[in-house]
C-alpha cells in the first residue's frame, strides 16, 4: 500500500501564492506519475498537473503559466508552486500517484490518493 500525504493548502489573496506539497510512503517499488487534482462540490475532480519520473509534465489549460509541479524522486514527493492564484482556484486539491509511466492525466487512471488539502483564494 502507498500513503500520500498532501501539506501546504490554506487562504490566501487572489495574486497571492501557496506551495502544495505530497510526500509518497509504504511499500511500493516505484512511484512513475504523480500529479495534481482539484475538486468543488458538485463538480468532477480535474486535472490541474501531472509528472511523470523523468519529468515529463502536462497542465489544464486554466493553470499554464501560473502553476509549476516538480518532483523529487529521491523523496517520492511531488510538489505544485501556484502563483498568481485567482478566486476560481478555489477547491480541495489532491494528489495523486501511480507505478505506470506517463505522465498519467486520466484521474481514474492514478492507483492512489491523499486524503485532499483546501485551497481558498479569497477576492
Known amino acids: 500500500q502507498v500513503q500520500l500525504v498532501e501539506s501546504g493548502g490554506g487562504l490566501v489573496q487572489a495574486g497571492g501564492s501557496l506551495r502544495l506539497s505530497c510526500a509518497a510512503s509504504g511499500s511500493f517499488f516505484s512511484i512513475n506519475s504523480m500529479g495534481w487534482y482539484r475538486q468543488v462540490p458538485g463538480k468532477q475532480r480535474e486535472l490541474v498537473a501531472v509528472?511523470?519520473?523523468?519529468?515529463?509534465?502536462n497542465y489544464a489549460d486554466s493553470v499554464k503559466g501560473r502553476f509549476t509541479i516538480s518532483r523529487d524522486n529521491a523523496k517520492n514527493t511531488v510538489y505544485l508552486q501556484m502563483n498568481s492564484l485567482k478566486p476560481e482556484d478555489t477547491a480541495v486539491y489532491y494528489c495523486a500517484a501511480d507505478s505506470d509511466y506517463g505522465p498519467l492525466s486520466k484521474a481514474d487512471e492514478y492507483d492512489y490518493w491523499g486524503q485532499g488539502t483546501q485551497v481558498t483564494v479569497s477576492s
Open positions: 509528472i511523470s519520473r523523468d519529468g515529463s509534465t
